[in-house]
Every structure is written in C-alpha cells, then in structure tokens.
Nanobody
Framework: QVQLVESGGGLVQPGGSLRLSCAAS????????MGWYRQTPGKQREQVAA???????NYADSVKGRFFISRDNANNTVYLQMNSLKPEDTTVYYC??????????????WGQGTQVTVSS
C-alpha cells in the first residue's frame, strides 16, 4: 500500500511563500506521475501542478509563474514551491501519485491534505 504524507502548509501573508512536501512510501515513486491538487468546499478538486517521472511539468493557469513543482526520486519526495501567494490560494492541498498507466486503474493514491491559508 502506498502512503503519501504531506507537510509544509500553514498561514502566510499575501505575497509570501510556502513550500509543501509530500513523502511517498514504497518503490513506486520514480515511476509515477506526481501531482498537487487543491479543493475548496463546494468546488471540484483542481490540479495545481504535476510532474512526470522524466521531469516534465504542467501547471494550472492560475499558478503559472508563481508555483513550481519538483521531485527528488532518491528520497521519494515531491515539492511544491508556492511564491507570491494570494488569498484565493487558500484551501486544502493534496498530493497525488498516479500510476494508472504502469500499474493499472487501482494505482491512484492521495495524501491526507494540508491546509494553506493566505491572509493578513
């Protein structure tokens, strides 16, 4: 069973920065697409950023140029560097490990979520 553990959320002022981390258990990490999602109550979960096993990245338009995703395969960790934070970035952020292409439809894992609050 794959486990994902997020950390790094918290309260920050507008314009500030936070770095989220997601540590993955197991040997799947380097083969999976890793992503960060966020979900505001009453809205659909939104993909914020994703990174493939080869290091290709993709970002939501709302965070391009402000958020940066990276991965450390040696330490089974994915990061989300969030800069120039805005109040509208406030929500719960979730880490995702998507291995459905390599290991079938069951290989889709989520962390427990970490709260990010941007407020003065």
């Amino acid at each position: 069973q794959v486990q994902l553990v997020e950390s790094g959320g918290g309260l920050v002022q507008p314009g500030g920065s936070l770095r989220l981390s997601c540590a993955a258990s197991g040997s799947i990490f380097s083969r999976y697409v890793m992503g960060w999602y966020r979900q505001t109550p009453g809205k659909q979960r939104e993909q914020v950023a994703a990174i493939t096993s080869d290091g290709f990245t993709n970002y939501a338009d709302s965070v391009k140029g402000r958020f940066f995703i990276s991965r450390d395969n040696a330490n089974n960790t994915v990061y989300l560097q969030m800069n120039s934070l805005k109040p509208e970035d406030t929500t719960v952020y979730y880490c995702n490990a998507d291995g459905r292409v390599v290991d079938g439809p069951e290989a889709d894992y989520w962390g427990q979520g970490t709260q990010v609050t941007v407020s003065s």
